[in-house]
């Protein structure tokens, strides 16, 4: 067998395992996230949105969608990856890769690769309830999926990072409650950033959540308040350095070996 | 060939503590090779980097010609481990379990149920394939990893104290399976704390203590060094005081129960000639103490106060 094959099924070894994982458990991993972005949509779309009025020329529904099904996506990628990846550290069962001849890249790949297909399910899953609430119209199928697919690559990766720093489950529970949620909610997922003082406009554009949430607003609605082209160089710019520093931690063993 | 060769391998952890002071080990192709030591001697760490799963200061391996620094993946694809302390996804079903190992080594998934039915099998663990690893008794799970590092079919097969914990019927199950592998071509590297175990299964034997091997040879030859063995005879009728035969040192212990210390010159038949002429029948007799670990008692003893002098 070639050493190409050999990875290839490493990779759809891991790929298959995170699935199978998440999938088993899909009332901790899939049902909650449904539920929450329900009530999301009944409270802030349907019962405050209608009082609010229009957003950016849209209703207020409709305007937070996007960032409602990228805020699923983000939260479930890096969920994933944090909580899998450090159990296979606590119960030690990273024993069983380390020892395997799988190359650090493929173990990254395969633990990235598991989180997207959470974030990405999730995401599916929350789209389909939003259509019970509004009509999705799609600017550009090619931006929407393509912002769907890096964003949950990205925090993935910060999800692995992470993980590997973690020694306790208080490390994994951290950064998602001081960190995350509150660049998300900060991200412009129920705001356009036009609505702050000029101040807080440019300490919002140091947020690379709202990027993500704008370029996936503009794929999806076709308006955004920062330059796309602009935010999609941030992203992959995000994506290169957080790829170079998970295997450079892989490589000298951080976390995972003595 | 050598299945495993070691050169000059040091470890020093982040807090200073030298675990490996430049050892050497050389295992031959094919070999049943005990690795012994104290707790704390360093077989562990020496293992560990063996396996990948620990770094190493300085120094090299390889692994039947293959060094685990450039030709790592070749390196690796040749050993099993079967380590101390339970490392699986105790979530998970038994059958997965194996599957994932085998697909780390590029097994395809329908092999790799065939592969792990195979060891599954051999472990006597197939009617647990759906069980979640946690519902498994200690032994069960001691097998359990046997079977996981089989199931790549390695050539190099690290045991790490893999009959700790289990009864004595497992352990000799257990025995009998690894005399098997081994017959089988598979070089086997075995620690263990049951001295008897290595004795009974190692041809050759290295023990290590404070980071450094500090005997290496063929277990015949570390036994024929014995100078001295203590036996524990059962005799016919009791006796007040230990009975007196000429060099010999006799202990009463028991009214009907003697232990004699025997020099490696001396004959038994003289022992049991004198005890008959002073009508004292030998109905059993058996060692005081297992050979090898007197052995392995005087060699660190003499390492300990080796470390201590320099």
């Known amino acids: ?258 | 060939m050598s299945a495993l060769v070691i050169e000059n391998l040091h470890k020093t952890y982040r807090n200073g503590f030298e675990a490996l002071k430049g050892i050497n080990l050389n295992v031959a192709e094919g070999d049943f090779f005990a690795l012994l030591g104290p707790n704390g001697a360093g077989k562990s760490t020496a293992i560990s980097i063996i396996a990948s799963l620990t770094n190493k200061t300085a120094g090299q391996v390889s692994i039947y010609g293959k060094d685990l620094d450039r030709q790592k993946n070749q390196a690796k694809s040749m050993i099993g481990l079967v380590p101390q302390e339970f490392n699986f996804n105790m979530w998970e079903p038994v059958v997965e379990i194996l599957v994932n190992q085998a697909g780390y080594y590029g097994i395809p998934r329908k092999a790799a149920f065939q592969r792990a039915e195979e060891s599954l099998r051999q472990l006597d663990l197939w009617d647990k394939r759906h069980t979640q690893a946690r519902w498994l008794s200690g032994g069960m799970k001691r097998r359990l990893m046997i079977a996981r590092a089989l199931v790549h079919r390695p050539k190099l097969l690290i045991l790490d104290e893999p009959t700790a914990g289990v009864d004595i019927e497992i352990r000799r199950a257990m025995w009998q399976f690894m005399k098997q592998i081994n017959s089988q071509g598979t070089t086997i590297i075995l620690t263990t704390h049951y001295l008897e175990e290595a004795e009974s299964l190692c041809r050759n034997i290295a023990i290590i203590d404070h980071g450094r091997i500090v005997e290496q040879t063929s277990m015949s030859h570390l036994l024929s060094q014995l100078n001295t063995e203590h036996f524990v005879l059962d005799i016919s009728k009791p006796l007040t005081t230990a009975p007196e035969l000429p060099g010999y040192n006799l202990q009463l212990v028991g009214d009907k129960t003697v232990e004699v210390t025997v020099q490696r010159e001396q004959s038994m038949n003289s022992l049991f000639e004198s005890l008959t002429q002073q009508g004292i029948a030998v109905m059993s007799m058996r060692n005081k103490q297992n050979r090898l670990e007197q052995l392995f008692i005087d060699l660190v003893a003499q390492s300990k106060s080796e470390e201590q002098t320099s």
Do not use: C
Request: net charge neutral; hydrophobic share 50%.
């Open chain 1, 1 to 258: 067998m070639s050493a190409g094959n050999v990875k290839l099924i490493a990779y759809q070894t891991i790929v298959t395992k995170e699935v199978l994982r998440f999938a088993r458990i899909w009332v901790q991993t899939i049902l909650p996230p449904a539920i929450t972005t329900t009530l999301y949509f009944i409270i802030f779309g349907k019962l405050i949105g209608e009082r609010i009025g229009m957003m950016e020329g849209y209703s207020y529904i409709e305007f937070i969608v996007p960032g409602l099904i990228l805020m699923s996506v983000i939260q479930n990628s890096y969920a994933n990856v944090v909580s899998s990846f450090f159990s296979t550290k606590l119960q030690h069962y990273i024993e069983e890769l380390l020892i395997a001849p799988v190359p650090n890249w493929i173990v990254l790949a395969g633990y990235v690769t598991g989180g997207m297909a959470r974030g990405l399910i999730v995401g599916t899953v929350v789209t389909g309830i939003s259509l019970f609430f509004t009509d999705l119209t799609i600017n550009s199928y090619s931006l929407t999926l393509l912002v769907f697919v890096l964003t949950s690559i990205l925090f993935s990766l910060a999800g692995f990072i992470n993980a590997v720093y973690a020694k306790s489950f208080d490390d994994i529970a951290i950064v998602p409650t001081f960190v995350l949620t509150p660049l998300t909610y900060l991200g412009g997922v129920f705001y356009s950033i036009q609505l702050l003082p000029e101040f807080w406009q440019q300490v919002s554009l140091a947020n690379p959540v709202l990027y993500m949430v704008n370029t996936f607003r503009y794929g999806l609605l076709g308006v955004s308040d920062i330059d796309v082209r602009i935010a999609l160089v941030i992203i992959f710019g995000f994506i290169a350095v957080l790829t170079w520093y998970s295997l450079r931690l892989l490589s000298r063993g951080v976390g995972i070996k003595e």
